[in-house]
């Protein structure tokens, strides 16, 4: 396991060398920035989406809390990380692909998701992709799910506005500071109680991603 964390490590660097935008941190997230995100979820969650999963540290984190590895779906845009997920978690299923485009896959055999743990680096994604993400999450989620999304900032780094136009809401539900750098994690949840409201994006909502 040891060999592993290293070898991922210098993974995810080699990762970041080549696309830091991308990549958006200079080490893979720490095991209580790990812990952290997943506090809220178990077995009883159900099937959980996990996006941006760079070298599984949330993975390991989710499975150590119960959920069943045949229960996750790992979406992962970047080939290397793809391709060791896989190896690593052969009974979830491993989608290379943007996360952007979730909406137009199916999942779980129609069962829908009770969490969505993102390890994107959203604050640099421009508003019209982050809107495409969260639609496309919450359109697989039942209608009581969870997003979950860390940051290194100093706010929820989905903008007031657009959390507001879509019918969301976030909670900052703790941080950490020894992740290197110091991280915090948002709880986002509809404010709507109808599950196909994200569907209705309006044009002002377009103007605003635009």
């Known amino acids: 396991m040891k060999q592993q964390r290293i070898a991922e490590t210098f993974g995810f660097l080699r990762a970041w060398l080549k696309n830091p935008l991308r990549v958006a941190a200079v080490a893979p997230s720490g095991r209580a920035l790990a812990n952290l995100i997943t ?3 178990s077995r009883e969650t159900g099937p959980v989406i996990e996006l941006g999963p760079g070298t599984g540290a949330f993975t390991r984190a989710l ?29 979830a299923r491993t989608l290379w692909m943007d996360a952007a485009r979730l909406r137009t896959i199916d999942l779980f055999d ?16 421009p508003p019209r992709k982050v809107i495409a993400i969260l639609t496309g999450a919450f359109r697989k989620m039942r209608p009581d799910g969870a997003f979950y999304q860390f940051t290194y900032g100093p706010r929820c780094p989905v903008p007031l506005r657009l959390l507001d136009h879509l019918g969301l809401q976030a ?11 110091p991280a915090a994690v948002y709880r986002i949840r509809r404010t709507h109680p109808n599950p196909f409201h994200l569907d209705r994006v309006s044009l002002r909502q377009r103007e605003l991603a635009g």
């Open 63 to 91: 499975i150590a809390r119960g959920v069943r590895e045949e229960d996750l779906t790992l979406i992962e845009f970047g080939s290397e990380f793809a391709a060791a997920l896989h190896f690593h978690y052969p009974r």
């Open 110 to 125: 129609g069962r829908l998701a009770g969490a969505v743990v993102s390890g994107l680096p959203v604050l640099s994604m």
């Open 171 to 181: 909670e900052r539900i703790g941080g950490t500071l020894v992740n290197l750098p």
């Open 39 to 41: 506090c809220e979820i």
